[in-house]
Nanobody
Framework: QVQLVESGGGSVQAGGSLRLSCAAS???????????MGWFRRAPGKEREFVAT????????YYADSVKGRFTISRDNAKNTVFLQMNDLNLEDTAVYFC?????????????????WGQGTQVTVVS
């Protein structure tokens, strides 16, 4: 099994930055270094939506239009950790953010392509 644990959430003023981390642990945690990884979020009263994804070596990244140019996804396979750097945050970025490990090594914006999910970390942007 693989457990994913997000951290780094919190409350920040609009225009500020946060860096989320997602650490893998468990018996097969090393396997996620071979998997694509993704970040998703669920805002209050809204459906879960795709945020960003990265391929297994980090060579390919793909972003939702709403975060492109502001968010950066990266990974450190030696530490089984994925990051989401979020800059220039706005009120619409308020949500619970989830990381997930994909079934394959490539990128994907579809939740159906992800096997393991974290419990989420709250990000609240205030004016």
């Amino acid at each position: 099994q693989v457990q994913l644990v997000e951290s780094g959430g919190g409350s920040v003023q609009a225009g500020g930055s946060l860096r989320l981390s997602c650490a893998a642990s468990g018996r097969y945690s090393r396997t996620i270094s071979n998997n694509g990884m993704g970040w998703f979020r669920r805002a209050p009263g809204k459906e879960r939506e795709f945020v960003a994804t990265i391929s297994w070596r980090g060579g390919n990244q793909y972003y939702a239009d709403s975060v492109k140019g502001r968010f950066t996804i990266s990974r450190d396979n030696a530490k089984n950790t994925v990051f989401l750097q979020m800059n220039d945050l706005n009120l619409e970025d308020t949500a619970v953010y989830f990381c997930a490990a994909a079934r394959s090594s490539s990128t994907s914006d579809s939740p159906d392509q992800y096997t393991y999910w974290g419990q989420g970390t709250q990000v609240t942007v205030v004016s």
